[in-house]
């Protein structure tokens, strides 16, 4: 299957990398002869980087969770260890990323309170350039003047350039203030810190599979948070129901 279709009829190797990226937590945990057939798969076969990218964000993510300066240099270290392999095999990666994050940048900069959704394809062709005036190169990895992009690979800079301000703020009230609780939810909790990895190279909330998986993950987390307010709650209650009885 992997020779036949590389992509699983996918247009870009990167979207099924990225779903099976979201995948891998429940597939080592579930069905570990499975995951770890896909592991193989995205080291040894397959063409995307964007393992390489979740891996180094992975370490990083759990040093900067452990208290002590020296795991989170460790961590560090390896993080970036792990993106400059991926870059040195291919640093058209980050070139071709940086002449799109840098137009999507400059359109917050013309418009800090959004663009409004749908904006991003309607103004970015009138910045395409804007790679080669800021770093001064007369070449552009990806841009041609006019050239329309479907998305900036980097959903937290379209965010910024499309929501604004006010949107950003709103979200980050969202994820403060909304966030669940990840006891016995490990998997779902892994699912999303690979999706805001990939998040930041790609754009995962853009393509069918892997939103609905991240939205999926996040319908769990919220389900078990509302179940175990209402089993709080039963358990009060009977609690009590039986002191009313003695």
Known sequence: LVLVVPAAGYGNENYLTEALLLMLPFLLWNVP???????????GFNG??????????????????????????????????????????DNYTLWARLDLWLPTFEMWLHAPWGVG?????????????????????PWSTVNE??????????????ALAVLGVPGIALILLGAIYGQPSARGREREVCTLAIAAIL??????????VSAFLIAWCLGRLYAHEHGALVSDHRRRRLRLVGAGNQ
Request: hydrophobic content about 55%; proline content about 2%; glycine content about 14%.
């Open 48 to 89: 995307s980087k964007l393992e390489y990218f979740v891996a180094g964000g992975l370490v990083a993510m759990g040093a900067f969770l452990v208290l002590g300066w020296r795991a989170r240099l460790a961590g560090a270290v390896v993080a970036v260890s792990v993106v400059g392999i991926a870059l040195w095999q």
């Open 145 to 158: 003047i006019g050239l329309l992009a479907g998305a900036a690979h980097n959903e937290y800079l379209e």
């Open 117 to 137: 959704l749908g904006g991003f394809e309607h103004n970015y062709h009138s910045l395409a350039d804007a790679d080669q005036r800021w770093l001064g190169k």
């Open 33 to 43: 002869l499975v995951g770890l057939a896909v592991v193989v798969y995205l080291i």
């Open 199 to 208: 998040a930041t190279v790609g754009f995962p909330l853009q393509n069918p």
